[in-house]
């Protein structure tokens, strides 16, 4: 119901844009996530946005580099990553849920994109 894609291996300093595609039963949630896990830490929230009033939200080590964008037409979220660095490196996952920054808010997950930044 979730089906993430765009990720891959860049250089620092180069950009890269997410996506991921809704369906089913992720409509009945209010918010939009992402996150990413790196090898040997927890997942960790990246940003949220909200179906409603397409408020947005961000963890701050990507504040100013992340965008998370909607395209309802699409049943699409976006995440646009400018500025990678190699501490960006991780498989990233789209979520729908109600909450925002903790990952047992949210119902649905897809299946995860690796992004690897190179230095």
């Known amino acids: 119901q979730l089906q993430a894609s765009g990720g891959g291996l860049v250089q620092a300093g180069d950009s890269l844009r997410l996506s991921c595609a809704a369906s089913g039963r992720t409509f009945s949630t209010n918010v939009m996530g992402w996150f990413r896990q790196a090898p040997g830490k927890e997942r960790e929230f990246v940003a949220a946005i909200r179906f409603a009033t397409a408020t947005t939200y961000y963890a701050g080590a990507v504040k100013g580099r992340f965008t998370i964008s909607r395209d309802n037409a699409k049943n699409t979220v976006y995440l646009q990553m400018d500025s990678l660095k190699p501490e960006d490196t991780a498989v990233y996952y789209c979520?729908?849920?109600?909450?925002?920054?903790?990952?047992?808010?949210?119902?649905?997950w897809g299946q995860g994109t690796l992004v690897t930044v190179s230095s």
């Open positions: 979520a729908a849920g109600n909450g925002l920054y903790y990952t047992n808010t949210y119902n649905y």
